[in-house]
C-alpha cells in the first residue's frame, strides 16, 4: 500500500517546510523527513542573521523581497517578531583595506575607528585601520520561522512524516513512487529540498547530479567576562570574511567562516579552525578566552554558480529541485519558498519578487546542465 498525494517535499528544514507551507492551499502535500525532528541539519545551526548586502545578486534580491514577511507575518504565525536590530561591522587591520572598499561598494558605511569602538567598546582600535558598518542587519528568530512554517503546513491539513528517509525514488504511471521506513508514498510532483543531500537525492531518482556541493562551517560559543553587556554588540567580521562573531544568550558566538567541501553528513567543527578563530577574535577585542562552551558544524550547500537552484529539471517529469541555499537559506526563504510554488503551479515568479530581481531563468536547474 501507498498513500496518496499531489505534491511530496523531501527534507523538512527551513526550505521544505516553507515551500510545504505555501504548497499545501489548494494541493494535498506531504513532507517527509529522515531525522526524527524537523530541522535537525542545517537549518538548526545557523548564525540566524539577516544581512541584505550579504551574497551574490539573486540571494540579495531574494533577501529584500523577503523582508516586507519578517516584519509582518501572517496573523497567528509567531507570537513574538522574527527579526530584531542587530547590526554588522567589519573590520580591517592595514593591507586589507581593499575589503573594506568592496563592503563599502555591498552597501555598508565607513565608520571611524572611534565609532566602532563605541559599538564593540573592546575592540583592539590599535590593530586596526578601518571598519565599515551595516544599520540593516538583524537577527532571525529561526525557531520561531521554521515553527511558523510547520504550523501553517499542519493548519492546512498538510502531513509531516519523521523518521521518513527516502530510500527509493522511481517514476510509474506518472506518478514518483517513494519508499521510506515510514511507508511508501507516491506523487505525481516531488521537492528536492534534502538540502546537503539534494544530488544524492536526485541520484536516486536517475537524475544527473547539479554538483550541489556541501560546505562545513565550524562555530563555537564561548564565555564573556560577567560585567560585559554584549547584548546591542553587532555582528562583526574579520575583513575578507576571515572569522565572525556575534552575541548569542550572553556568551559570543565565533567561527573561522569555513567552507570546507565535504560528503553530506552529521556535521561537527573543525577544531583547528575554531582554536584559529579564537585567535583571531583574541587579536579582534580585548578578551582573553579561557574556556569554549560549545562547538558545531553545519553544511552550506551550494550549486557550482553559487546561486540557489529553484525549479523543474527538465530531464524528468514532475522533480521539483529547491536546493543550493548556501549560507542564505533563512533569510531568503519567505520569497524563495513563493517563487518555488509559483513554479510549481506553472506560474511566474510573482510579481513583487521579480520587481525585486528575481528571474526563473537565473534560479533554473537548465543554467547549470
Ligand atoms: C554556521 C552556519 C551559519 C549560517 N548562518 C546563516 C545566517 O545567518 N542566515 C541565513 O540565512 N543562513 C545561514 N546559514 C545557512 C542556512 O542555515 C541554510 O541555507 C539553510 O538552513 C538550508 O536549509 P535547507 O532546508 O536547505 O537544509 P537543511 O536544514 O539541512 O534541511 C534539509 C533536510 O533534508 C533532510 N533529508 C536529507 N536527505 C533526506 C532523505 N533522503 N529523506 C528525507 N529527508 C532527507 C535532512 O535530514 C534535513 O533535515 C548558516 C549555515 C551555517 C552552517
Known amino acids: 500500500m501507498s ?19 505555501e504548497l499545501c492551499h489548494g494541493n494535498s502535500v506531504a513532507m517527509l523527513e529522515m531525522e526524527s525532528v524537523a530541522g535537525y541539519h542545517t537549518t538548526g545551526r545557523s548564525a540566524a542573521t539577516f544581512v541584505p548586502s550579504y551574497g551574490p545578486p539573486v540571494i540579495r534580491a531574494l533577501t529584500r523581497a523577503s523582508e516586507a514577511f519578517f516584519r509582518a507575518p501572517p496573523e497567528g504565525f509567531c507570537a513574538h517578531p522574527l527579526i530584531s536590530p542587530r547590526g554588522e561591522m567589519m573590520v580591517a587591520g592595514a593591507g586589507d583595506e581593499h575589503h573594506i572598499d568592496q563592503a563599502i561598494s555591498d552597501g555598508l558605511q565607513e565608520i571611524t575607528l572611534d565609532r566602532a569602538r563605541e559599538l564593540i567598546p573592546p575592540l583592539r582600535t590599535d590593530k586596526l585601520v578601518a571598519a565599515a558598518y551595516e544599520a540593516g542587519a538583524e537577527d532571525i528568530d529561526v525557531d520561531a520561522l521554521h515553527q511558523g512554517f510547520l504550523r501553517s503546513l499542519r493548519k492546512a491539513g498538510g502531513t509531516v512524516v519523521l523518521n521518513a528517509e527516502v530510500q527509493a525514488l522511481s517514476r510509474r504511471g506518472g506518478q514518483w513512487q517513494i519508499e521510506t521506513p515510514a511507508g511508501a508514498f507516491h506523487a505525481a510532483t516531488v521537492v528536492n529540498a534534502a538540502g546537503a543531500w539534494a544530488d544524492r537525492v536526485a541520484a536516486m531518482a536517475g537524475i544527473a547530479a547539479l554538483g550541489i556541493t556541501p560546505k562545513r562551517r565550524s562555530a563555537a560559543l564561548v564565555p564573556v567576562p560577567a560585567d560585559w553587556d554584549i547584548s546591542a554588540w553587532p555582528l562583526a567580521f ?132
Open 3 to 21: 498513500v496518496s498525494f499531489d505534491i511530496i517535499v523531501i527534507g523538512a528544514g527551513i526550505a521544505g517546510t516553507s515551500v510545504a507551507a
Open 238 to 369: 574579520g575583513a575578507g570574511e576571515t572569522f565572525y562573531f556575534r552575541p548569542n544568550s550572553g556568551k559570543l558566538m565565533v567561527s573561522p567562516a569555513d567552507e570546507t567541501p565535504v560528503e553530506a553528513h552529521d556535521a561537527w567543527a573543525d577544531d583547528m579552525l575554531i582554536a584559529e578563530a579564537i585567535e583571531h577574535l583574541q587579536d579582534t577585542i580585548d578578551i582573553e578566552v579561557t574556556r569554549v562552551e560549545h562547538t558545531w558544524g553545519g553544511l552550506r550547500s551550494f550549486a557550482p554558480d553559487g546561486d540557489p537552484v529553484v525549479g523543474f529539471d527538465t530531464d524528468a517529469d514532475g522533480f521539483f529541485w529547491l536546493a543550493g541555499q548556501g549560507g542564505y537559506g533563512i533569510q531568503t526563504a519567505p520569497a524563495m519558498a513563493r517563487t518555488a510554488a509559483a513554479l510549481i503551479a506553472g506560474a511566474d515568479v510573482p510579481q513583487d519578487i521579480a520587481r525585486a530581481g528575481v528571474s526563473a531563468a537565473a534560479l533554473a536547474p537548465a543554467r547549470l546542465r
